[in-house]
């Protein structure tokens, strides 16, 4: 089956620096998704990794191993407002989206 | 409008009766989803649309139907409700092309079973 694993919880402190992992068992493999969802709202699309590496976006950053089935979220300079879930997703052989549960981010000052 | 819009916000329903959850999206995207999203589990795909006139079926559609008349509305029906129907369902949309092809989320509606 597949499957999308991540922690479901994790803790933090304001002006820290987080690494959310996620690992994954999919049938084919065509790209990886994190979203952030606050509590009560939609997703709303953070990154995407196609290949082996490192991508930056400002304070976040997402990196990809395919060959070991891992990714990683990086959030630097934590600001309270990060406090959300963050998702990771993957999209499959047949181009659908497998998401994994989230990871609720708690930031504490 | 801008983005996607879904309606209603919320809804409490009697098992037993029929429910349609209105999405509908104004970035001519040609590709839109609809995802339920239940406490402790990821979203999962109830059915999609890569284009208007054709829908499939996702990872659970039992109990669901929906529709694509044209490019903006993508319907889901509720045709006799379950208690385990009960969910938070969300509405998404995305070109259907490119590398990326990243999907857009609605606000979601909240519906309660009883």
């Known amino acids: 089956g597949q499957n999308i694993d991540q922690p479901t919880e994790m803790t933090a402190t304001e002006g820290a620096i987080v690494q959310i992992n996620c690992t994954y068992q999919?049938?084919?493999?065509?790209?990886l998704f994190w979203y952030q969802q606050h509590a009560g709202e939609a997703p709303t699309f953070l990154s995407y990794?196609?290949l082996d590496g490192l991508e930056e976006k400002g304070r976040f950053s997402s990196f990809l191993s395919r060959s070991k089935g891992y990714s990683y979220l990086l959030l630097k300079e934590l600001q309270m407002k990060d406090s959300a879930s963050y998702l990771c997703?993957?999209?499959?052989?047949?181009?659908?989206?497998?998401w994994g549960a989230g990871t609720k981010l708690i930031i504490k000052p | 409008i801008a983005g996607i819009t879904q309606a209603p916000t919320s809804q409490i329903l009697a098992a037993g009766r029929r429910m349609t959850l209105r999405c509908t999206q104004d970035?001519?995207?040609?590709?839109m989803y609809w995802y339920r999203q239940d406490l402790g589990l990821g979203l999962r795909l109830i059915h999609y649309?890569?284009?208007?006139?054709?829908?499939g079926k996702g990872e659970v559609p039992d109990g669901y139907s929906v529709s694509r008349a044209n490019t903006d509305d993508f319907p889901l029906t509720l045709a006799s409700a379950v208690p385990s129907q009960t969910s938070v369902y969300f509405c998404?949309?995305?070109?259907?092309?490119?590398?990326?092809?990243?999907?857009?989320f609605g606000p979601g509606t909240r519906l309660t079973v009883l």
């Open positions: 997703a993957v999209r499959d052989s047949n181009y659908q989206l497998i």
């Open positions: 998404a949309s995305s070109t259907g092309t490119g590398d990326t092809d990243t999907q857009y």
């Open positions: 970035m001519r995207h040609n590709a």
């Open positions: 649309s890569n284009t208007a006139g054709t829908t």
């Open positions: 990794n196609v």
């Open positions: 999919t049938s084919g493999f065509n790209g």
